[in-house]
C-alpha cells in the first residue's frame, strides 16, 4: 500500500496520551447541539462515542457536480448553480408526509424553481436576494435540490461523502457532526508500531482517518480505508490469536458409516438432493466419522436446502445409537421445523419431540423424560432446550439452525447434562447470511465451512417489484388472480413498533380489514407472535393444507415458513424493513416451480430517505442473498454481517468483505510478526472484543 502524495509517514509522531485517547470515547451528546434524539439516531448506526464518529465509514463518495448556468440546465444531468434566491415559499401536498420548499432562483442565464422535499425550515432562511449554490438536477420542469450551500461555507465543491444514515438521522447531518470532531484525530495515535508503519508505508491512522471523511481524490479514500481495514484486520487476528483454544481436549462419539435408515431418508425425499447438498452431506460424514466433535457452518442462502441436510445429519446420529437436537432461534421455526422433521419422522419411524416455550407443561415434561431415557431419537426446539438443562441420554449431533442468533455460550450448552454420556455431540451451525469463507475462517478459527451455493434445480427466481401506496390496488389484484389460481398468498403487516403486542393488534386489524374488502372472497389467516402456541400452529397448520389461502402476518415468518404453493407476497411498508429482513420474507415464496412474486409497497420515493431507497432497488435488482448482504453492510456501516455480536466482537467497520482477501493475507502475515503487548495495539484489541477490562485507561 502507498502512503498518501505529499504525506510521509512520520515514526516521530508522538505517543498516544492515553488521556487524550480516552477522551475519544466520550459520548456523542457531550458534543453542544446533540440533543437525546440525535444520540439515538447515532446509536442506532452504532454510534456513540466520538471515536465511532471518526471510525463512521462514507459509504461512497458524491463527486461535485460541475458549474452549470441555469439557462444551460439539462434534464436530469446532475449540477451546480450559483444564483440568487429571488422568493421563496412552503407548498403543502396532498401527502400527509410531504412538503416543498420552493425557491425562485435566477442567474444571468435565467431562473428555475428549486425543490427542497421535507426542509420546511430552510423557507425562512431563503432570504430574497441571498446568493446560494445548488447541487442537484432538473426533473419535470423544477430543479431538485440534493445539496446546497447558502452561506458560502464552500464544500460543495469538495467531494463529498455520504454516511451510513437511517430514517431517525441523515447522511447531512452525519457529515455536519463528523467535521465537527474531525480535529480531534491527533488524539487517536497509532497503534501500529513506527517501524512496521515505515516499512511498509503506511500512512498514519490520523491522516488516514482524515482523508476517509475529507479525500482530495477518489484514490485517497480507497487508500485510506484500505489502511484502516488493514489495521482493523491486524487487529482482529491479534485478538483472535491469543483466544484459547480449548476445544481440542473434548470427544465426540465417532459415527459409523451412513447406513439403511439415512437411505430410506433418502428414499422418502420426493426429490432428488442437489449436487450442493450430496457435497454438503459427503463432508458431514466424513466430520462424523472422527472423534474430534464437529463444528460445521453450513452457509446457504434462503431456500437453498439446508433443513434437507440438516435433518440427514440428525438421522445419521439416530442410526448410530445417539440422539439428535435441532435448535432454532424461534418458536414458529422451531414449530415450523418440527411439522417437517415429525412428518418424515413418522414415515421412518423415528421418535421426536418438541421443546419450546409455548409447550403445554405435562407435554414438556413428557419430552423431557422422553429425551433422559433415549426413547425420544430428535429433538426440536428453541432455547427452551438449553435453558433447563434438558437431559439427553446419548445426544450424537446437534444442529443449530440461524446460529447468528444464538451467542457462543449458547450454542455450547447444547451438550451433555447429568452423567448419561460424557461425550460431546457433533454440531452442525446453519445459516442464511453468507459469509465469505476468507473471513468466516478467520473470525471462527475452529469452524468448517460449507456451501450450499445453489438452488435446487427448476426454481425459478422470484420476480420482485417496487410498487408505491398509490398503485397498492394493482398489487391486490395480482394477489387475487393467484388466488384464484388455487395459490396461496402472505401479506406482511409493516412494522408499527417495537412491541410486539401492538404489532400484533395492527396484523389482526389489518386481516380483519381485508377480509372485509380486497380478500373478502378468500380465507384469510391471521399469524403473529402473540398467538398462543396451540393456535399458531393451528394457523401455521391450516396454512400448509391450503385451508388458508391468505396468511396476513408479521415477520415472525421470516424464518422457516415453507408452503410451496404460495406464489406471491405484498410487503406492506417495505421501506420499514431492513434488508437483510426482506430478503428473508422474500424467501417464503419461490419454494415451489412456480413464478413466484414478491411485490414490495412504499410510500412515494420522495418521503423516502436514500438509504430506503438503494434497500428496495437492491431487492428489485438482485435475489442474491450474499451480493445483499453486501449492499446492506455498506448501506448501515455495520459489520452484524459477520454475526460478531456472538464473538463478541465489535463490528468491522473498513473491511470490504467480497474484495478485501488479500489485505486479510496481508494482516495474517503482519500480526504473526507483532507482538501485542500492553501498549495502544492492546487497547485496540480489548475494544475490539469488547472487553471491558482493558478498554482505555481507567
Ligand atoms: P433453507 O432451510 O435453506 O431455507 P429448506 O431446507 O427449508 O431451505 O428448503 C426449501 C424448500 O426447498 C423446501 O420446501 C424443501 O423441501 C425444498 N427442497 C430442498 N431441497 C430440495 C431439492 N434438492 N430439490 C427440490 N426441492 C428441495
Ligand atoms: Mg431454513
Known amino acids: 500500500m502507498r502512503p498518501f502524495a505529499g504525506i510521509e509517514p512520520s515514526p516521530a509522531f508522538p505517543a498516544p496520551r492515553a488521556m487524550r485517547s480516552a477522551a475519544l470515547d466520550e459520548g456523542v451528546a457531550t458534543l453542544s447541539r446533540v440533543g437525546g434524539r440525535t444520540a439515538a439516531g447515532l446509536a442506532r448506526l452504532g454510534i456513540s462515542t466520538i471515536r465511532d464518529l471518526l471510525y463512521h465509514r462514507p459509504r461512497r463518495y458524491e463527486l461535485p457536480a460541475p458549474r452549470v448556468a441555469i439557462g444551460d440546465l439539462l434534464v436530469g444531468q446532475d449540477a451546480t448553480i450559483e444564483a440568487e434566491v429571488v422568493s421563496a415559499s412552503i407548498r403543502r401536498t396532498r401527502r400527509r408526509n410531504l412538503s416543498i420548499v420552493e425557491g425562485h432562483v435566477r442567474d444571468e442565464s435565467g ?9 420546511e425550515w430552510l423557507a425562512g432562511r431563503l432570504v430574497p436576494g441571498a446568493r446560494v449554490l445548488l447541487r442537484g ?31 431517525a438521522i441523515a447522511s447531512k447531518r452525519v457529515r455536519e457532526l463528523v467535521r465537527r470532531v474531525i480535529g ?77 435408515l439415512v437411505s430410506r431418508y433418502r428414499g422418502a425425499l420426493p426429490f432428488e438432493l442437489t449436487d450442493a447438498q450430496e457435497r454438503a452431506i459427503l463432508e458431514i460424514d466424513q466430520d462424523l466419522a472422527l472423534e474430534t466433535p464437529m463444528e460445521r457452518l453450513l452457509q446457504g442462502d434462503v431456500g437453498s436446502g439446508k433443513t434437507v441436510v440438516a435433518l440427514y445429519a440428525l438421522l445419521r446420529a439416530v442410526e448410530s445409537g445417539y440422539q439428535g437436537v435441532l435448535m ?98 457433533h454440531r452442525l451451525s446453519m445459516t442464511a447470511t453468507p459469509i465469505p469463507r476468507t473471513l468466516a475462517l478467520t473470525v471462527w478459527g475452529d469452524l468448517s465451512v460449507t456451501e450450499i451455493d445453489t438452488l435446487p434445480a427448476g426454481r ?49 386489524d389489518e386481516a380483519a380489514r381485508l377480509r372485509g374488502q380486497e380478500l373478502r372472497d378468500f380465507a ?20 400448509g393444507r391450503g385451508e388458508l389461502q391468505v396468511l396476513v402476518a408479521t415477520t415472525v415468518i421470516e424464518v422457516g415458513v415453507d408452503v410451496p404453493n404460495a406464489t406471491i407476497m405484498i410487503v406492506q411498508e417495505a421501506d420499514r424493513f431492513g434488508l437483510a429482513q426482506l430478503h428473508q420474507l422474500r424467501g417464503r415464496v ?58 463478541g ?37 480489548a475494544r475490539m472484543f469488547g472487553d471491558e477490562d482493558h478498554r482505555g485507561i481507567a
Request: a negative charge; hydrophobic letters at 40%; aromatic letters at 4%.
Open 328 to 425: 432454532a432461534p424461534t418458536e414458529t421455526l422451531a414449530e415450523q421445523h418440527f411439522l417437517t422433521v415429525e412428518q418424515i419422522c413418522a414415515e421412518l419411524g423415528v421418535a421426536c419431540v418438541v421443546l419450546a416455550g409455548g409447550v403445554a407443561r405435562k407435554k414438556q415434561h413428557a419430552a423431557r423424560r422422553a429425551l433422559a431415557s433415549g426413547e425420544a431419537a430428535i429433538a426440536v426446539g428453541t432455547h427452551a432446550l438449553i435453558q433447563e438443562s434438558v437431559e439427553f441420554r446419548s445426544l450424537g449431533v446437534a444442529v443449530i439452525d440461524e446460529q447468528h442468533r444464538f451467542g457462543v455460550e449458547e450454542r455450547r450448552a447444547l451438550a451433555p447434562v447429568g452423567d448419561g454420556h460424557p461425550l460431546e455431540p
Open 184 to 260: 480531534r484525530i491527533a488524539d487517536l495515535g497509532d497503534p501500529l508500531p513506527a517501524e512496521l508503519r515505515s516499512r511498509l508505508r503506511l500512512p498514519l491512522k490520523a491522516d488516514a482517518v482524515a482523508a476517509l471523511h475529507t479525500p482530495r481524490s477518489m484514490a485517497e479514500a480507497e487508500r485510506a480505508r484500505q489502511r484502516l481495514a488493514l489495521e482493523e484486520l491486524v487487529v482482529l487476528q491479534l485478538g483472535l490469536g491469543s483466544r484459547d483454544g480449548s476445544a481440542g481436549a473434548l470427544v465426540a462419539p465417532a459415527l459409523a458409516p451412513p447406513d439403511e
Open 524 to 543: 384469510v389467516g391471521c399469524l403473529h407472535g402473540q398467538l398462543p402456541t396451540g393456535q399458531r400452529r393451528a394457523v401455521m397448520a391450516a396454512f
Open 590 to 647: 419461490g419454494r415451489g416451480a412456480d413464478q413466484s412474486f414478491c411485490l414490495l409497497v412504499s410510500r412515494p420515493k420522495e418521503e423516502l430517505t436514500d438509504a430506503a431507497c438503494e434497500r428496495l432497488q437492491a431487492l428489485v435488482d438482485s435475489d442474491d442473498g450474499f451480493a445483499l448482504a453486501e449492499v446492506d453492510l455498506e448501506l448501515r456501516g455495520e459489520g452484524q454481517l459477520l454475526g460478531t455480536r456472538q464473538t
Open 111 to 119: 431562473s428555475v424553481m428549486a425543490w427542497w422535499f421535507n426542509q
Open 137 to 167: 438536477a432538473v426533473e419535470r420542469g423544477n430543479f431538485v435540490v440534493r445539496n446546497y450551500d447558502l452561506r458560502g461555507d464552500g464544500g460543495l465543491e469538495a467531494i463529498l461523502p455520504v454516511y451510513p444514515a437511517s430514517e
Open 649 to 685: 466482537l465489535s463490528d468491522l467497520r473498513f473491511t470490504r468483505l467480497r474484495s478485501d482477501g488479500d489485505l486479510l493475507e496481508e494482516a495474517l502475515e503482519i500480526a504473526r510478526s507483532l507482538d501485542v503487548g500492553d501498549g495502544p495495539l492492546a487497547d485496540e484489541v
Open 460 to 508: 425459478r427466481p422470484i420476480i420482485t417489484r417496487w410498487v408505491t401506496h398509490e398503485r397498492s390496488s394493482e398489487a391486490y389484484q395480482r394477489l387475487t388472480r393467484h388466488l384464484g389460481d388455487g395459490r396461496q398468498a402472505y401479506i406482511v403487516c409493516p412494522l408499527v413498533s417495537p412491541s410486539e403486542a401492538i404489532e400484533a393488534r395492527a396484523a389482526e
